[in-house]
């Protein structure tokens, strides 16, 4: 299923700006359709899962 960035950005709770950037930047595949921009769910779910894991206190 293709994503438009507003739903895009439901999905992950990012901004606009921040969509675009990672897009830009090659984090989170797009496809263009005329001058639309999708996002897969595979494109979403690939993003989160390479993700940095978010650091623990050590005891």
């Known amino acids: 299923m293709l994503n438009t960035i ?3 950005k439901q999905k992950i709770g990012l ?5 675009y950037e990672l897009i830009g930047t ?6 263009k359709i ?3 921009t999708f996002i ?7 993003f ?11 005891p």
């Open 6 to 8: 507003s739903q895009t």
């Open 15 to 19: 901004g606009t700006t921040k969509i």
């Open 26 to 31: 090659g984090k989170l595949k797009a496809k």
């Open 34 to 36: 005329g001058r639309r």
């Open 40 to 46: 897969s769910d595979e494109a979403i779910q690939d």
């Open 48 to 58: 989160v899962t390479n993700l940095d894991d978010y650091p623990t206190a050590n």
